[in-house]
């Protein structure tokens, strides 16, 4: 089955939700380079219909986006009530600073978080070729 | 009972004592009184025998006598006292010697009673009445008591002005009608509560910067929230709720630290974008272009990667400010820290023309750090030195351990130096050198910044510098053994610090 390939493999497919069109592009283009499936939505409703067809299998998930915000998004993809579970690695991405008791409560929940101006699009891609195998 | 069963047992005890003492007596005075007609040894034990039976026998009788009234006064008071349940009443009739003195005493002890049973029959009346309390309804605090399905059972007077709905408006409501409360995190008080109810039979606990979801035109609430919970409280009441009201301190932190929060924003979206277009260009471009276009690509990179250093000190600054900068201090190999955060300033210093000579000894013992927070030190460090140094080339990183058992790493430029006058002033905010303000950049942020960090982290940052000759800064760091044995005796689990010191029994995370 698909779920049990490792996440790394270069034929992965990767949501990215992010509402900063550029951003989505750069993310798009280096992940596509490194041989990612990527497609980026920038609405907050959309992307969780997106995200709930299960076909991902990493997410990307920007904090603030219309419609729906990041944290309601993890929320309702990570709700343990959720039959199947969404098998997708969840990775925060984001420029906004929290408290520090709201950003360890919504790690707990995500695969990773990361501070979008702390990287460029390699190291994004090399945080996610890292990303520990299901 | 213990105590009359063993009052009685020394009564017997004595009694017997003095009986058995007393036969003795007569037993000796008969032996030596009629030296002829001497009774046998066997008439002898028989009488003497007869004598501890006899003796028995009367101490137990005589016992009884004296136990019997005092027992009957110890059962009216049991019979009558509200602790004890289910006491059968004293029986007079079986009293032998002073019945009418018990009868009396007895009496006494009835009124008594009943008097006592009407003061507690009126206290357990208002104390069902929590409206009639005159604490729980005077506190200057708002109070709620909920019953078992979370409605309001009674609120005070400060409750209601507090959520600015009258008191008979509250009662028998859902709280959660009422209150509509968000959290700073996912510890809300509905899920402790769950909790509370699932397991134990009381607990408490509280919260911070809570706000209440306001509905028309009613000003906006920022308050703390203790609550109380008691599963068998037996007047209907399962759970308290006092709210501490900090609308004004919490809005206030709320907006300094929302304008810088959204100033970092802003700075940081325009960031990501720049060095991601640097990236390609210089993924697509570097081997195409000329030295000169690729060299201003390197600064074009290193400059990126300074303002977003800029942007993380003006973030931390205002931590520190709020009192919100805390470290996770956690075991590191220093050397390996080192080594990355030189490496990655290396561009930045290659674009001035100058060189990092690092040099680590071999034999440092793990640190415990916040590893983000010291990055950021040597980060403004080495930043400094290169801004500084001058015509010279080289800026020189050691690290070594000091004679006391220290980390200590260093880093020295050969530049224009700091005169004595200002070095006092070098670690406050906004100091910079006012001679060189026209040469070079910077914020003056990075070495207040770093002295709050490294003093966080129980070390401490110095400078030596001679004007001319350049400056030496170096700060030490305490071995993660020590840090751990100290965090022990101090009975906290995590190595946690803020800007200002300790922080014990905190929680975990750098703010």
């Avoid at chain 1, 997708?88 to 695969?111: G, S, W, Y």
């Amino acid at each position: 089955m698909e779920e049990n390939q490792p996440t790394q493999s270069p034929s992965h497919s990767i949501l990215c939700i992010e509402d900063e069109q550029f951003i989505g592009e750069l993310y798009a283009r280096a992940l596509g380079k490194a041989g990612y499936q990527v497609t980026v939505i920038a609405d907050g409703v959309k992307a969780l219909e997106a995200a709930q067809t299960n076909t991902y299998d990493i997410i990307l998930l920007d904090l603030m986006i219309p419609n729906l915000t990041g944290i309601e998004i993890l929320r309702s993809l990570r709700n343990p009530a959720r039959v199947p579970p969404i098998r997708a690695k969840i990775i925060i991405i984001t420029n906004l600073e929290q408290r520090e008791e709201v950003r360890a409560d919504i790690e707990k929940q995500a695969d990773g978080y990361l501070v979008k101006a702390e990287m460029t699009p390699s190291e994004l891609v090399k945080f996610i070729q890292r990303l520990p195998q299901n | 009972m213990n105590h009359l069963e063993k009052f009685r047992r020394s009564l017997i005890h004595i009694i017997f004592g003095i009986l058995l003492f007393e036969n003795f007596l007569f037993i000796a005075a008969w032996w030596f009184s009629s030296q002829k007609a001497r009774p046998s040894l066997i008439m002898l034990s028989t009488v003497m025998l007869v004598a501890i039976l006899i003796g028995l026998i009367a101490a137990d009788f005589i016992a009884k006598l004296i136990i019997e009234p005092i027992h009957a006064i110890w059962q009216a008071i049991l019979h009558i006292s509200p602790s004890e349940h289910g006491y059968p009443e004293p029986r007079v009739d079986k009293i032998q010697v002073g019945r009418e003195l018990v009868t009396s005493l007895l009496g006494q002890i009835y009124q008594f009673g009943e008097v006592t049973n009407k003061i507690a029959a009126i206290a357990q009346e208002e104390r069902k009445d929590l409206s009639r309390n005159f604490i729980a309804q005077s506190l200057p605090l708002p109070l709620f008591a909920l019953d078992a399905a979370e409605n309001i059972k009674f609120a005070n007077q400060a409750a209601a002005s507090y959520i600015g709905i009258e008191t008979a408006k509250l009662i028998d409501k859902n709280i959660y009608m009422v209150m509509d409360m968000s959290f700073p995190s996912s510890n809300t008080f509905d899920t402790w509560l769950k909790e509370a109810k699932l397991g134990k039979a009381t607990s408490s606990n509280s919260w911070e910067r809570v706000r209440l979801n306001v509905r028309d035109n009613h000003p906006e609430r920022l308050f703390d929230l203790a609550a109380y919970y008691n599963r068998d409280n037996p007047d209907q009441i399962e759970t308290i709720l006092t709210l501490f009201d900090h609308t004004k301190m919490y809005s206030q932190d709320d907006q300094a630290i929302s304008f810088v929060a959204l100033s970092v924003h802003e700075l940081r979206t325009p960031l990501t974008l720049l060095r991601g277009y640097i990236e390609v260009f210089e993924e697509e471009l570097s081997d195409k272009v000329d030295p000169e276009l690729k060299d201003f690509m390197d600064k074009m990179s290193s400059q990126a990667e300074q303002l977003m250093a800029y942007v993380n000190n003006i973030l931390n600054v205002a931590r520190i400010d709020n009192d919100q900068l805390e470290l996770r201090l956690q075991e590191a190999s220093w050397a390996t820290v080192l080594k990355s955060v030189v490496e990655a300033l290396s561009l930045q210093a290659k674009v001035r023309g100058k060189t990092l000579h690092c040099r680590i000894a071999t034999d440092l013992p793990n640190v415990g750090i916040d590893r983000l927070s010291i990055s950021e030190v040597v980060n403004n460090l080495v930043d400094n030195a290169i801004k500084y140094s001058g015509t010279s080339k080289v800026i020189n990183i050691e690290a070594h351990l000091t004679n006391e058992g220290l980390i200590e790493t260093t880093v020295q430029d050969f530049g224009l130096g700091i005169s004595t006058s200002i070095l006092p002033n070098l670690f406050t905010k906004f100091y910079r050198d006012h001679r060189n303000r026209a040469q070079v950049g910077g914020n003056g942020l990075g070495l207040y910044l770093s002295k709050a960090i490294i003093t966080a982290h129980g070390g401490n940052l110095w400078v030596r510098s001679k004007e001319g000759q350049g400056s030496t800064f170096g700060f030490t760091l305490v071995p993660y053994n020590q840090l751990a044995e100290q965090a022990k005796k101090d009975g906290s689990e995590d190595l946690v610090r803020g800007a200002h010191g300790w922080i014990k029994n905190h929680s975990l995370y750098r703010r």
